[in-house]
């Protein structure tokens, strides 16, 4: 399975996503003040957010469950499991 819209962490998909819905919210924001000029600034925000708001959240969810989630599929259909962890990190979790 391959993560498509994840980030390498989440702090920095959680700024992407600050910075794109930012820049939708002032597209629109800013029409009073600038006119329809402003609206330039969607397709930035749209650019960011990989082309839209639910490719970002689908990568929040990619980035978040990296590395703790397995796609198993067998001839029956595919599963979601738990990934193992090494054993240095089940004894540092304890």
């Known amino acids: 399975m391959t993560d498509n819209f994840a980030s ?5 998909h959680v700024l992407k996503g600050v910075v794109g819905f930012g820049t939708i919210i ?6 009073p003040v600038l006119g329809w ?3 330039a ?5 749209l650019l960011v957010l990989r082309g839209c708001p639910m490719c970002w959240t689908i990568g929040l969810l990619q980035t978040i469950s990296a590395g703790r989630l397995r796609r ?5 259909g595919c599963q979601l ?5 090494p054993p240095a990190e ?3 979790n304890r």
Do not use: M, N, Q, W
């Not at 198993?72 to 029956?76: A, I, P, Q, S």
């Not at 499991?81 to 962890?85: G, I």
């Open 90 to 92: 089940h004894e540092a």
């Open 41 to 45: 600034l969607a397709p930035l925000g």
């Open 81 to 85: 499991k738990v990934a193992d962890r």
């Open 37 to 39: 000029f402003s609206l």
């Open 72 to 76: 198993e599929c067998t001839d029956d």
């Open 26 to 31: 002032a597209a629109f924001a800013l029409i």
């Open 8 to 12: 390498k962490s989440v702090p920095r």
